[in-house]
Structure formats: structure tokens, C-alpha cells
């Protein structure tokens, strides 16, 4: 058993190894993980400004209440193209290739999992560094952040587990664009990214309550508070580290499937 | 290669029985396929495309699943133990697999990684091999940068880096330049002498089949039409057709002894006169040949030339599969045209 798991590691940390050789040979990337985000902070930031000043919202200052917001929006949308990747993989063969070598299944997951996961830290921190440039203010302080990172990498996690779970069923391009585009935006603004949850309309707290991009902003929120709410931390952050290792079990099933139709 | 026919077929390198296997839309692409492939020799699936050969191909090397049916590679069961098949199996798939954006030599040790292998004998095991297919000059270039002959020859280099007993190359040279693909054909060559490797190669192509396989099966419809060696399944034809041109014509009595003397030859029959030239049918013309002219010199008639036209492989497939080859080529492609380019890769 112990066996299986330090060879599953190994291999692990190769396939990881391989995507991000292939990340670092593309710079531009970075640039990219970061463009999106900062249009958000500063179109949001400005757009919203006065939110704040409703009755019951809790915060002074919005860019303070944006700022995981948009780490958390730019994890679920970077994440959610992950299947492109597998998409490519199987139709260069390299996938093909992969499974008639005795890898462990898990560890091509794993790989592209680990990969994305770290791609996430990496933006979430910018973000984070491009928002206190821009004047947020941090009261939970270097803890706070670290639950915020953590939180939009699970969150990631679970989207681009099912996004490579689409690439590896369904094959096909569009399939992934649709789902990026039809889901991104709804799914965002049913959470808790820019809105208190308090003030929306009750049909609405309801759906904010059942979508996982609230569970990590308000496992990030508590923690990055003045006073962290660790029992809301450990509450909500649990339940995305179960959803995300459920989706990532599940796209690992997906295999099956595709040897099936090979 | 006759003295081993009789091996048990536990001792066989490849083994198949009744492979079926049916994707979704009722495309039957195996149809109770099986084969048996010697440890050691070049053993090549001749057929059109769409017959079913990379199907089998994706079942032996653990890819896909079959309907029904066995498979067992060196002795191991694909469907039980995968894991030991895949490490004893190189595969050299039709579409390259290798990654665009990583050089030739990080492509390589990855592979060797994922075969657990690590450190100094990695290394050493890729500078070999880069070396041997003369990849040394673009090791350290991204494959995206390779031409398509470069980039097959790391193919093959990278389903040997472990070592293992067989290898499957299917499709190896299809959309190579002809320079590219006499290249390809003298490595496989190469490679058939080494170490006791086996070799499953499976080709489209007639020429290919005839020069690189120690034995071939045809593949038609899913089933294999008939198995041998090249040379067997010519021979098998019994139809070797020597023609010899003599000096002059012969007058008409002389005609008919002419014919006589023939006919009167060991194997041969179906002698035919035209003019100056004679025809006749044979079983083996290289053993026919000197028979024919030591019987015409006997009877005082001089010869001008003699020349012997073997069956070809299309000989082969039109009497098994009842059609030509490059008609049943043809078939494949519109059938593929009909069914639109939706599913992707070859079957």
C-alpha cells in the first residue's frame, strides 16, 4: 500500500514537473493570470464604490470586501478551461501514450491538478499584492490571506476536476466553452464575490448559500476579518476540501470511460 | 521460421483469440480477430484503413477493452494484468504523443520516468538513444521544431527507452516524405536484429508489408484473411510466370515439340506460344528457370532472355479478400468520408 502511495507521489511530481516546465517556457501566461483580474479590481472597485454605503453591507471599504472576490472569480474562470487541456492531450495522443506506460491513472490527474492548483496560488497572491497596491487593507493579516489562497486553490480545484472530467467524456472544444461562459458569470454573481449576502433578494441567499464560490469566500472572509471566525473557517473550508475531492475522484473515474470509447 | 510453428502458444510474444470489439454506432471493428506473434520476429497487419488493425493494436498494448475475446503479450493476460504488460511493451502510436513544447531529451527521460527508471542509467539510456536515431543534433529543441521524419524517429526512441520485448509501431511511416520512410524502414530493419526484440508493425502499405515482416497477416473486415510469410503466401499463389523469348520463331511442327518440352518440365503448366514468345505458369520460377533452359538447350532451340514476374502481395489480397487492394483502399476512404471526420482517429 505504502508502496503504491510513494510511487503515485513520484509520479505525481513528474507529470506536475512536465506542465509546469511547459508553463515556464510560456511567460506571457502570467501576464494573462493577471490582466483579467486587475480589469475586475478596478472596473468592480470603482463601479460598486458606493455599495458599501448601504444599510447592513458591514464594511467600510469595498475594494477591502472585493478583493477575495475576485481572487475567488479568477480561480473558478482560470480553472474552468483546464479541459482544453486534456482535450489537446488526447488528440495529440500524448494521453494515449501515458496510459500504455504503467503511470498510475491517478498521477495524470494529479498532475494536471497540482499544476492548476499551483497556477491558482500564484494568481491569488498577485491579486492579493495588486489589491494592497491599490489601497485594501488586510486586518486578518498574513494568516487571513493564506486561508483566502487556499480556499480559491480547493475552489479551483474542484472546477478544473470538472472540466478535465468534461474534456476526457465529451471531447470537444465547445463543450468546455460553453460551460466557462454560460457558468462563470451566473455562478459568480450568485455568491458572495460582490454583494453581501444579507441584501439580496431571499431566492438568491438561497443559491448563494449552495454554491461553493460563497463556501470559500466565506471560509476566506472569516478568516481575513479582524476577529477570524475559525469555527466559519473550518466549517466552510471542509466542506470544499470534501466537494473538491470528490470532483477530482470522480474525473479520475473518467478514464474508464474513455478506454471504454478509445 | 517454420521450426518454431509448432511452439506451444505459450511461448508466443503476442497472442490473440476471437477479438471483438463494437464502438458505439454499430461499427463492428473487430470481428473475431486473432494472431500469434513469435518471440523475436517482425510481424506486420497488412490492411486497408478502417480494417481494423489499430483497434487491435489498442487492445494488445492495454488501451482499449474488447467486446469479447483474449489477449495475452508475453504471457501476460491484458485484460488481468495490464501493469505487467505495459512494462514489457513499447508502443509507437500513430499519432506522435510526444509533448510539442518539451525538447527531444526531456520527452525521453520523462518516459523513462514513468517506467520508473531515474538518475545516471536514465541518462545514459537517453544519450544512447539519442544517439542511435541520430537525434543528438536536436535534443535540446523543442519537438515542435522537428520535421516529420525526426519527430517519428523520436517516436521510436521513445517507446524503446525501457527496453522492452515487444514493440508496436503502427502505422510507422504513413505521411513520411520517401526519403523519410526508406529511413524509417532501415531502422526497423536495424532494429529486428537486436536483442531478441518482437515487433508488431501494422501498415497500409503493400511494399512495406513485403519488405519489413518476417510474417504477415492480412486484416479485412475486422478478421485476419490469411497469415505467412511473405513468401509463403506468394508462393501459395503457385503462380510464378516465367516468359522466354527465344531467337526465332519456330515453324510449325517445331512449335509443337517446343510446347511439349516445356509442358514436359517439373511444375510447370499453362504454356502458352506467341511468336517468339513463350509463357508458362509455375510454382516456383526461380527453381522452373534453369529447368526450362536446360530442357529448351537439350532440343537445340537458343534462347534470347528469360525473365520470372512473382505474385505480388496484391496477388495475395485480391485471391483472399476477393477484391484489389487499391479498391478496397478506396472503400475505406469513402466510408470514412461518410461517416465525417466526428470520431477522430484511425480504427
Known amino acids: ?262 | 521460421m517454420t521450426t518454431h510453428a509448432n511452439n506451444h502458444a505459450k511461448n508466443a510474444a503476442v497472442e490473440a483469440g476471437n477479438l471483438v470489439k463494437t464502438y458505439p454506432g454499430d461499427v463492428r471493428a473487430l470481428d473475431g480477430l486473432s494472431i500469434e506473434v513469435r518471440h523475436g520476429e517482425v510481424f506486420g497487419l497488412l490492411g486497408p484503413n478502417g480494417a481494423g488493425k489499430s483497434t487491435a493494436i489498442k487492445i494488445l498494448t492495454t488501451l482499449a477493452r474488447p467486446d469479447s475475446g483474449s489477449a495475452r503479450v508475453v504471457g501476460h493476460d491484458v485484460l488481468r494484468q495490464p501493469d505487467r504488460v505495459r512494462r514489457a511493451i513499447g508502443v509507437v502510436a500513430q499519432r506522435s504523443g510526444a509533448d510539442p513544447t518539451a525538447t527531444g531529451r526531456d520527452n525521453l527521460i520523462l518516459q523513462g520516468r514513468l517506467y520508473g527508471l531515474g538518475g545516471a542509467r536514465l541518462r545514459a539510456r537517453v544519450g544512447e538513444l539519442l544517439e542511435r536515431f541520430d537525434l543528438g543534433g536536436v535534443a535540446e529543441r523543442p519537438v515542435r521544431t522537428y520535421s516529420g521524419g525526426t519527430q517519428r524517429r523520436l517516436d521510436v526512441a521513445l517507446g524503446l527507452v525501457h527496453r522492452p520485448r515487444v514493440l508496436f509501431l503502427d502505422e510507422p511511416t504513413t505521411g513520411l516524405d520517401p526519403e523519410a520512410r526508406t529511413a524509417m524502414w532501415d531502422e526497423i530493419a536495424r532494429l529486428a536484429g537486436t536483442e531478441g526484440l518482437t515487433i508488431l508493425l501494422t501498415t497500409h502499405y503493400l511494399d512495406e508489408a513485403d519488405r519489413l515482416a518476417d510474417r504477415l497477416a492480412i486484416v479485412d473486415r475486422g478478421r485476419i484473411a490469411v497469415t505467412g510469410t511473405a513468401d509463403e503466401l506468394k508462393g501459395a499463389l503457385r503462380g510464378d510466370a516465367v516468359h522466354v523469348e527465344l531467337r526465332q520463331s519456330p515453324g510449325g511442327v517445331e512449335r509443337d515439340v517446343v510446347r511439349a518440352v516445356i509442358a514436359a518440365v517439373d511444375g510447370v503448366r499453362e504454356v502458352t506460344m506467341d511468336g517468339r514468345r513463350l509463357s508458362a505458369r509455375t510454382d516456383d520460377g526461380a527453381v522452373a528457370v534453369p529447368a526450362v533452359l536446360a530442357a529448351l538447350e537439350r532440343s537445340g532451340v537458343p534462347v534470347a532472355a528469360v525473365t520470372v514476374a512473382r505474385p505480388s502481395l496484391d496477388d495475395v489480397y485480391l485471391r483472399h479478400v476477393g477484391r484489389r487492394y487499391a479498391e478496397a483502399e478506396a472503400d475505406a476512404e469513402q466510408a470514412r468520408e461518410l461517416v465525417g471526420t466526428g470520431q477522430g482517429g484511425a480504427r
Open chain 1, 1 to 262: 500500500m505504502t508502496a503504491v502511495v510513494t510511487q503515485t507521489m513520484t509520479q505525481t511530481w513528474w507529470m506536475t514537473h512536465r506542465r509546469l516546465k511547459a508553463l515556464v517556457r510560456q511567460p506571457a501566461v502570467v501576464g494573462m493570470l493577471l490582466f483579467q483580474p486587475a480589469v475586475w479590481l478596478f472596473l468592480f472597485g470603482n463601479l460598486f464604490r458606493k455599495v458599501t454605503e448601504l444599510p447592513g453591507f458591514g464594511t467600510g471599504s469595498y475594494l477591502d470586501y472585493l478583493v477575495p472576490g475576485v481572487v475567488v472569480m479568477s480561480a473558478v474562470s482560470s480553472n474552468m478551461w483546464s479541459g482544453m487541456g486534456v482535450i489537446e492531450e488526447i488528440e495529440r495522443g500524448t494521453l494515449n501514450r501515458f496510459l500504455t506506460t504503467p503511470v498510475r491513472r491517478g498521477a495524470i490527474m494529479n498532475g494536471s491538478v497540482v499544476e492548476q492548483g499551483l497556477t491558482t496560488a500564484i494568481q491569488s497572491v498577485l491579486i492579493v499584492v495588486l489589491g494592497g497596491l491599490a489601497g485594501a487593507d488586510y486586518p486578518g493579516g498574513f494568516t487571513g490571506l493564506a486561508v483566502l489562497v487556499v480556499a480559491s486553490v480547493l475552489l479551483g480545484t474542484v472546477f478544473s476536476a470538472l472540466s478535465n472530467a468534461m474534456g476526457m467524456m465529451v471531447r470537444e472544444r465547445e463543450a468546455i466553452i460553453g460551460m466557462s461562459v454560460f457558468l462563470l458569470l451566473p455562478l459568480t454573481f450568485l455568491s458572495s464575490a460582490f454583494m453581501a449576502k444579507s441584501l439580496m433578494p431571499v431566492w438568491m441567499q438561497h443559491a448563494a448559500a449552495a454554491n461553493p464560490i460563497t463556501w470559500s469566500l466565506d471560509a476566506a472572509r472569516a478568516a481575513m476579518a479582524a476577529n477570524p471566525d475559525w469555527g466559519a473557517v473550518a466549517i466552510h473550508g471542509g466542506w470544499l476540501v470534501a466537494l473538491a475531492a470528490a470532483t477530482v475522484w470522480l474525473s479520475t473515474l473518467t478514464f474508464r470511460s474513455y478506454q471504454r470509447s478509445v
